[in-house]
């Protein structure tokens, strides 16, 4: 049977009757119990419980719905000494990457757990990939494979020339995953050519549980993925606040842990993440409609979206300035918006868009359309 620590997907409030995936439509269409497990951080946990609690149907053969990742000190930039901050203490403490999967199932017991209710393979993606759906032919394809990992793939467009892309190392012939943060930076010009590195990886990951206990048995829990180092500020809100280092993995880097590791092409319909509030943007308009499976579907090509981050970073800042609501791309190219532009209600974009900094705020009124040389009635 195949496991699916698979996190639900976003949109309006789905449905999670079932399965996981909005809708209740996998368990029913595969006629598997297909259970759910979120790996939360000790930020997320007691909203994403909260949050599940009326659906008390998700639970499958008494497996938990969530295990918990680990969590180490930032690192003061200036000395490598942890930060101390009592303006907010928590944020003294980061996450160890998305790469600390392995082990919070190991230690956790969510691992064994699934061994021993009879679970074989997992399907994992990003909490904010809302197109990774769980899929009864990739699992189908993945268990005859017999292959210990798999990568699912997808080909890099202009957008997708910073990020995760896999290469294959020389001295050995495997198969890398590569961050831009662990990219020499005299090699970056050739790590974004996406003729040379066609292929990102999307994050959705496949494995064979028993492989992986096997390999974390050997390794007392932790497998050896590459370290990625990551500079912030201490605070991600206040750019001001002092620069920390965190240490961190990533879960997909596990391809070369694995003999016999694979990777898939996949549609970019199965990678459709939700990272910045550019893409919340377009997630918000109507390039894309929800089927009855909860599942988005893009009515038109995506526009290329670049919003100020000096006034549209945070969630609280975006929502202000699109308060009447996201205005219509399906007519557009791209949007770029420069200062500080609040919009109106029923903005239409067209082609290839521009707002210029405006010098203060400024509004895009009622009904306008904005295009190439700005607003227009």
């Known amino acids: 049977r195949a496991a699916a620590p698979h996190p639900p997907e976003g949109g309006p409030r789905p449905d999670l009757d079932g399965c996981g995936a909005p809708g209740g439509a996998a368990r029913p269409a595969t006629g598997a119990p297909l259970p759910l497990l979120l790996m939360n951080s000790?930020?997320?946990?007691?909203?994403?419980?909260?949050?599940l609690a009326p659906h008390d149907d998700l639970a499958v053969d008494d497996l938990p719905l969530d295990f918990l990742q680990n969590r180490e000190p930032k690192l003061l930039a200036s000395d490598l000494t942890p930060v101390d901050w009592p303006a907010d203490p928590e944020l003294e403490w980061c996450p160890p990457g998305h790469g600390d999967l392995y082990t919070a199932l190991y230690a956790s017991g969510a691992l064994r757990a699934l061994l021993d209710a009879g679970y074989r393979y997992a399907s994992v993606s990003n909490s904010d990939n809302l197109g990774a759906a769980p899929d009864a032919a990739m699992a189908g394809w993945f268990a005859a494979s017999g292959a210990p990992f798999a990568a699912e793939v997808a080909r890099r467009t202009p957008a997708d020339r910073k990020g995760g892309h896999l290469v294959v190392r020389r001295s050995d012939g495997r198969l890398v995953l590569?961050?831009?943060?662990?990219?020499?930076?005299?090699?970056?010009?050739?790590?974004?050519?996406?003729?040379?590195?066609?292929?990102?990886?999307t994050n959705n990951l496949w494995f064979d549980l028993e492989a992986l206990s096997t390999e974390l048995d050997r390794t007392g829990g932790v497998l050896e993925l590459p370290l990625i180092k990551n500079t912030k500020t201490v605070d991600p809100t206040d750019p001001s606040s002092p620069e920390v280092v965190q240490i961190e993995s990533a879960m997909g880097a596990a391809v070369e842990v694995f003999d016999g590791a694979v990777a898939i092409e996949v549609g970019r319909d199965r990678f459709l993440p939700v990272k910045t509030t550019n893409d919340l943007l377009v997630l918000r308009s109507d390039v894309y409609d929800l089927d009855d499976a909860y599942r988005f579907v893009a009515r038109t090509d995506a526009p290329f979206v670049d919003l100020d981050p000096a006034h549209y970073k945070t969630i609280a800042a975006f929502d202000a300035r699109f308060d009447d609501g996201t205005p219509s791309l399906r007519?557009?190219?791209?949007?770029?918006?420069?200062?500080?532009?609040?919009?109106?209600?029923?903005?239409?974009?067209?082609?290839?868009?521009?707002?210029?900094?405006?010098?203060?705020?400024?509004?895009?009124?009622?009904?306008?359309v904005v295009g190439p040389d700005g607003v227009s009635a």
């Open 331 to 368: 007519a557009a190219r791209s949007l770029t918006v420069r200062g500080d532009w609040t919009f109106g209600s029923g903005v239409t974009v067209t082609g290839e868009a521009e707002l210029a900094d405006p010098g203060g705020s400024a509004r895009v009124p009622d009904g306008a």
């Open 178 to 201: 590569r961050e831009t943060a662990q990219t020499p930076a005299d090699d970056q010009d050739a790590a974004a050519d996406i003729g040379r590195h066609r292929y990102f990886n």
């Open 42 to 51: 000790f930020r997320t946990q007691a909203d994403t419980l909260a949050a």
